[in-house]
């Protein structure tokens, strides 16, 4: 017989003593929950706070990076010493301010604090003092670049939209330094280059950068620095409210350096009503468990077998490449957590791969600065080698003593080594830059290799080391090939085979490899006795600047680039080129090429290049040539050769005055140079090509040497391009084809 009243109690026992623990489990899971809920927006915010204020201050480091660009420009940084500059200046501040759209204002500031230009025009209007103070906190940091608060009501009113609200201005100033040929003082500083920023565009481009709100209901953001508010978005109108905040270094703000702080403040009202709904879905959970506990782990597996290959599908997905965001629907907090953990992760690798992306971008602009400081370096050295070698030319035509012959001689000599280091420079930006064409004509590359011994016969009779080429059987080899560049590579190994060599021999061969009716693979080899080369320098032997040894730039002086431009050339022939050497014994450089089969004999009438100066009467001519070319000494160079030719001329100084000249008299021929003041000659030389009647043949003669150069004058229709240092022969030539009948 049962006993009902055993039965209730057993009953009421056994449910009490179910329902106390799980009553207990979910007041510890709502605890825990509502700490872990605290705790983890704690960590959004610190997580936000602190990516907020890293993606601020890359982008104040972008700004900084784009200011010292500029102010590193010729027009800016020698502005506020020569106002001539003024109109380029502006040109370039607009242009910045366009490009950058945080920037609403940029100013150039002299050494005495004013203003010598700025865009818009609204930033003219700065009062003195404000300015002179942005010059004094310029010069409390040693950088060059320093960022500033400014919390100034009339800047406000200036650079700043009228909609909102109260928001100060960081100042970006980069230091104008500018290089002058004086030894006390070879860099000068010409002031300051200042670009004005509103926090709340900054704000603005946060938003845009992390493709999300800044701020949403209940979250307000926060720009302070020394407790004062510079900047306040959005409103948390709870008193209690969860709080973080990150810092940005080297602010200067009251004439002192000051962290600038991004603090963001969220209600906790969000959470708090999360936890009331996980209580009340935590009691429901407790009564099903009490009543049908079996059907319910049968359901709880079922819930957590879709969310567990949720999560390992989405794992699969970011071991692919694919980090996506975790959608945190999931019903437990285990799950939360690891989507949490998931999503964190993948905005951390996200982050880390535009990291790279922007270094990489960084190293490009870099490597691209490189490259054209290079070729800059290359035409400024150019101009002055153009009256050094035009002088050396006029002299060898005068007559002069002996001693005098030797000195010229040695002198040109210097000037040859001299351009040879140019050129070597110039060829090396160009192949950095991937601007080198290789040209295809007809070699016989066995009297190549022939004429290349000749050149190098006396330096090595000089040395006592014999110099020989060894072709086989072959008297011709006629291929198609660049014969420049192939005599740039063959120069370059023979030189260093010289220069390194003090007994014995030198050896150039030519072998065919292999010869179809369309390829034929070439093997040169150039082998001395020279010093060697250590096993473990070969290796970085091709890298630009690098020796295999530390004194060799010494002993035998160099500048390291020969075997990098070689490497170079050879890679764009789609060849290979090979280094054997025994340190003490001599070295072996091997190159192989396919060039192009030329199947018939090389019978081709070789159509003589030179003018024959007995026909080229040049005093025949006589309408004068026009001599566009600022710089005075190549006026003295090129005018002193023209006398002597017998031929008429005239000088203007830049592009404008041999405009004017050209429209009102006729000339013979125009000689252009293409960089100067005033009116460059391009644009002088378009204005006239577009005059109706006008058939003057223009030579554009500049210190710019690259083939784009070149294209981009023949292209606007210039007739010619002379390259400077100006060689008289191929200026001779270039006048007799213009001058008698363009033949």
């Known amino acids: 017989m049962k006993n009902p009243r055993f039965s209730r109690a057993l009953f009421f026992s056994v449910l009490l003593l179910v329902i106390t623990p799980l009553l207990i489990l979910a007041a510890l899971m709502i605890g825990r929950f509502y700490l872990n809920s605290i705790e983890q927006a704690n960590t959004s915010l610190q997580w936000q706070a602190r990516n907020n204020a890293a993606s601020l201050e890359q982008l104040f480091f972008k700004l900084e990076k784009n200011s010292q660009v500029l102010s590193n420009t010729k027009a800016i940084a020698e502005l506020p010493d020569k106002v001539v500059y003024s109109q380029f200046a502006l040109m370039q501040l607009q242009e910045f301010v366009n490009t950058n759209p945080q920037i609403s204002a940029a100013i150039v500031i002299d050494n005495q604090g004013f203003i010598v230009e700025g865009y818009p025009i ?127 270094n080297r602010v200067i703000f009251d004439n002192a350096l000051s962290p600038l702080l991004f603090k963001i403040n969220e209600t906790e009202s969000a959470y708090t009503t999360a936890v009331k709904q996980t209580a009340v879905m935590a009691a429901g959970l407790i009564i099903t468990l009490f009543i049908i506990s079996f059907l319910l782990v049968r359901w709880l597996t079922l819930r957590l077998h879709n969310p567990l290959n949720r999560i390992a599908a989405i794992s699969r997905e970011f071991a692919l490449g694919n980090y996506k965001q975790v959608q945190n629907n999931f019903h437990y907090q285990e799950f939360k957590d690891i989507a949490d953990s998931l999503n964190s992760m993948a905005e951390t690798i996200d982050i880390q791969i535009t990291s790279l992306q922007l270094e990489k971008i960084r190293a490009e602009h870099s490597e691209q600065v490189k490259s054209q400081f290079l070729a800059n370096m290359s035409h400024e050295i150019r101009t002055p080698m153009n009256g050094i070698v035009g002088f050396l030319q006029l002299l060898n ?62 330096s090595c009779d000089a040395k006592g080391i014999v110099c020989r080429l060894d072709v086989d059987k072959l008297e011709t080899l006629t291929v198609e090939c660049d014969e420049i560049r192939v005599k740039q590579v063959l120069i370059n190994l023979l030189s260093n085979a010289v220069k390194f060599t003090k007994q014995g021999e030198i050896t150039l061969s030519v072998n065919v490899v292999h010869q179809s009716n369309e390829k034929t693979r070439v093997e040169f080899a150039v082998k001395d006795t020279g010093i060697g080369i250590a096993e473990d320098k070969i290796n970085a032997l091709f890298n630009p600047f690098v020796q295999a040894q530390s004194n060799i730039t010494r002993e035998y002086g160099g500048t390291g680039l020969g075997l990098a431009i070689s490497k170079g050339l050879i890679d764009l022939m789609e060849g290979k080129i090979n280094i054997n050497s025994e340190l003490g014994k001599g070295t072996i450089f091997t190159i192989q090429v ?25 005093s025949v001519v006589e309408q004068p040539l026009l001599i566009a070319e600022d710089n005075p000494i190549n006026q003295i160079v090129i005018t002193k050769y023209l006398a002597q030719l017998g031929l008429k001329y005239e000088l203007a100084d830049n592009g404008q005055v041999a405009c004017d000249k050209a429209s009102n008299k006729e000339y013979a021929l125009i000689l252009m140079d293409i960089q100067m003041p005033v009116m460059d000659g391009l644009t002088a030389s378009k204005i006239l090509l577009n005059k109706k009647g ?24 210039i007739s010619d391009h002379i390259a400077k240092p100006i060689n008289f022969e191929e200026l001779e030539l270039a006048l007799a084809k213009w001058l008698f009948q363009q033949n």
């Not at 058939?695 to 150069?709: F, G, H, Q, Y």
Request: contains cysteine; charged residues 25%.
């Open 694 to 717: 006008f058939n003057t043949p223009i030579i554009a003669v500049s210190a710019n040497a690259m083939k784009e150069d070149i294209n981009k004058s023949i292209a606007m229709g």
């Open 397 to 458: 035509k005068s007559e002069l003593s002996q001693d005098q012959t030797d000195f010229v001689r040695q002198i040109n000599n210097c000037s040859d080594v001299l351009l040879t280091v140019i050129n070597d420079i110039l060829d090396f930006s160009k192949i950095e830059a991937n601007k080198i064409e290789l040209e295809h004509r007809q070699c016989d590359l066995v009297a190549l290799c022939n004429d290349l011994i000749l050149l190098f016969k006396p």
């Open 122 to 248: 609204t930033s003219l209007t700065l009062n003195y003092s404000l300015t002179k103070q942005i010059l004094e906190n310029s010069q409390i940091l040693d950088n060059q670049n320093t960022i500033q608060v400014l919390d100034n009501i009339h800047l406000n009113e200036l650079f700043t939209q009228q909609d909102t609200k109260h928001s100060a201005l960081l100042a970006i100033t980069s230091t104008l330094l500018n290089e002058q040929d004086s030894l006390s003082e070879p860099i000068k500083k010409t002031g300051v280059l200042v670009s004005f920023i509103p926090l709340s565009e900054a704000v603005k481009w946060l938003a845009k950068h992390n493709e999300q709100p800044i701020y949403q209901t209940g979250k307000q953001v926060q720009l302070k620095v020394k407790e004062q508010v510079l900047y306040s978005l959005g409103n948390a109108l709870d008193k209690a409210q969860l709080s973080s905040e990150a810092t940005i």
């Open 594 to 618: 396919d060039f192009e089969t030329v199947l018939e004999d090389l019978n081709i009438q070789q159509v003589e290049q030179k003018a024959d100066r007995s026909r080229n009467d040049f």
